[in-house]
């Protein structure tokens, strides 16, 4: 059975600046991962032009949808250029659930929950390969 990798980052607000999966993807892919990324699912909700369309996505799915591909994944891959709330609550629940984390933080001083939460922080996406053949070789 292949490993799977859960690519979490920020979504809300810089629904044009997903170039980044992508890259993390790729990575993944070369480590013997099988990413799996919301975003696949996701973005074409994202695209919705009509004002108000946020308050009309279920919340609960929307979650829950996260939640089941995070307990199907061994490692999850924080990528946080900034602070998001939901990559914040992944990185916690992946945790939780005895998940490996690995945190690539952007921030300057990240709080002790993004800190105590994840197994590696990288300060970028270059560091990534290194970490993964870390926890497991490539």
Not at 87 to 115: D, Q
């Amino acid at each position: 059975m292949k490993r799977k990798a859960f690519i979490s980052g920020p979504i809300q607000g810089m629904e044009t600046k997903q170039s980044y999966r992508e890259i993390i993807r790729q990575i993944c892919i070369r480590c013997g991962y099988e990413p799996v990324d919301p975003w696949q699912r996701e973005k074409v909700i994202y695209k919705a032009a009509e004002p108000g369309w946020w308050e009309k996505v279920p919340a609960v799915d929307f979650v829950r949808r996260d939640l089941e591909d995070i307990e199907k994944c061994d490692i999850l891959i924080a990528y946080m250029p900034r602070l998001s709330a939901g990559t914040c609550m992944e990185l916690f629940y992946a945790k939780m659930r005895g998940k490996k984390t690995i945190c690539i933080c952007k921030l300057k001083n990240p709080s002790p929950w993004i800190i105590i939460h994840s197994d590696k922080i990288l300060k970028g996406i270059r560091e990534l390969e290194s970490a993964l053949k870390t926890i497991t070789p490539c």
